[in-house]
């Protein structure tokens, strides 16, 4: 009696998950693809004159206008988003030059960061692509470098306190050159 009740189970189970139990891979690929939709994408390039720049004005984006190039980019400034935004950067590098003489990446600081001592901590980190790792705690997010032609990636969840977060290459030289921005969150 006990085996009958232990068939009747099983065949119940797999009744169950042949009459659609679950989400199929079509349903779940498209779960995946409207959560990814919902994400703000921001193309940035960083090029050999050490600025983020965009191709175009996009919205929830402020850009300076003085990189004086013929690629008709301009410098990005500030970024403006809502408390609790996702946000993507996409960076992609323009430049002829090796990785090890000219690469980017974007690193957002926390609120209470003292930014010139990450920088000066960065230069010295070249083990770990110029992040200190002394000083990941104020990191809230991150790209890894990325070479002449190579794009790199993060997606974040914009902090949830108001208030201007700077960004920055972490690159030998790139802050200084003026290769940082301001996220507005309000």
Known sequence: MKLTHIFTFIAFIALVGACGGGE????QQA??????SDVRTIEIIGIDAM?????SDAEGISVVDDLGSSDELVRLETISAQPGEEIRIELTTRSQLPATAMAHNWVLLSLDSDTKAFINAAVQ???NDYIPQDMTDQIIAETELAGGGET???????????GEYEYVCSFPGHYSAGMRG???VE
């Open 125 to 127: 980190a070249k083990e």
């Open 51 to 55: 600025k983020f720049a965009v191709e």
């Open 24 to 27: 199929s891979s079509d349903q």
């Open 152 to 162: 790199v990636s993060v997606t974040f969840t914009v902090p949830e306190t108001p």
């Open 182 to 184: 301001t996220l507005v």
């Open 31 to 36: 779960t995946q693809e409207e959560s990814t």
